[in-house]
């Protein structure tokens, strides 16, 4: 049965269950050591660097930025470890 988010809005329960998300949400990234950890969690979560931006007070293009450093070491990383294993003809 779909939901009704208008409903949804209205019911104390599920209100109840948005703050604990948040709340453990907040706490999660809070716990990161670093802006670039925290960056990579949320955007795992699915938000978008507009939202990341928001929540960490740092500009969408910052955001955008670090997520390409991220994946430009990952892709370096995995072309280097797919090298090491390679065997020698």
Do not use: C, W, Y
């Not at 928001?54 to 430009?72: A, C, D, H, M, Q």
Request: hydrophobic share 40%.
């Amino acid at each position: 049965m779909p939901s009704n988010p208008t409903k949804d809005k209205d019911d104390p329960i599920l209100q109840r269950l948005d703050t604990l998300i948040r709340l453990q949400g907040r706490i999660a990234v809070a716990q990161l050591p670093t802006q670039r950890d925290k960056i990579i969690f949320l955007s795992g979560a699915g938000l978008a660097p507009k939202e990341i931006g928001e929540i960490l007070g740092v500009s969408p293009n910052s955001v955008s930025v670090t997520l390409l450093g991220v994946r430009k070491a990952a892709a370096k990383a995995t072309k280097s470890k797919a090298k090491a294993n390679e065997v020698a003809p």
